[in-house]
């Protein structure tokens, strides 16, 4: 068996907030929930189970980096839903090209944050160009 990414969790303040803003930026559905998770799934199998954190815990969550290959389509609609929620999105990492789209490797790409604060990237083609 070739070793593949399964799941994850993703922790939050609230998991079903975080659940559905992930599901509809990038157009899946959130799934049934199972225990104290709801997940998304996306087209490859992965699975990121949103958690809420633990009763007790002080604070924020970790904010964490998910960055996700997506179409030129998928793209356009995951970018006017980004506009449609007002977030600010930048074209880098260092937040520093404030609402405005990379073209690295001749597709297209942008960073902005998910309601728990963790990083969400987008982008059209993979590092390193498309594919020979």
């Not at 356009?76 to 990379?102: F, H, S």
């Amino acid at each position: 068996m070739t070793i593949q990414f399964n799941h994850t969790i993703v922790a939050c303040t609230d998991n079903r907030v975080s659940a559905e803003f992930w599901a509809d930026i990038l157009g899946v559905e959130v799934g049934k929930p199972w225990g104290p998770f709801l997940p998304i799934t996306v087209g490859n199998g992965v699975t990121f189970d949103f958690a809420n954190l633990p009763p007790g815990f002080e604070g924020e969550p970790q904010p964490q980096h998910y960055a996700f290959l997506v179409s030129e389509d998928e793209f356009d609609a995951a970018y006017e839903k980004i506009k449609r929620y007002g977030l600010t999105y930048w074209a880098d990492p260092r937040q520093r090209a404030v609402n405005e789209i990379n073209h690295n490797d001749g597709g297209r790409g942008i960073y902005f944050l998910d309601p728990a604060g963790h990083y969400m990237e987008l982008i059209t083609v993979p590092y390193g160009g498309r594919p020979q």
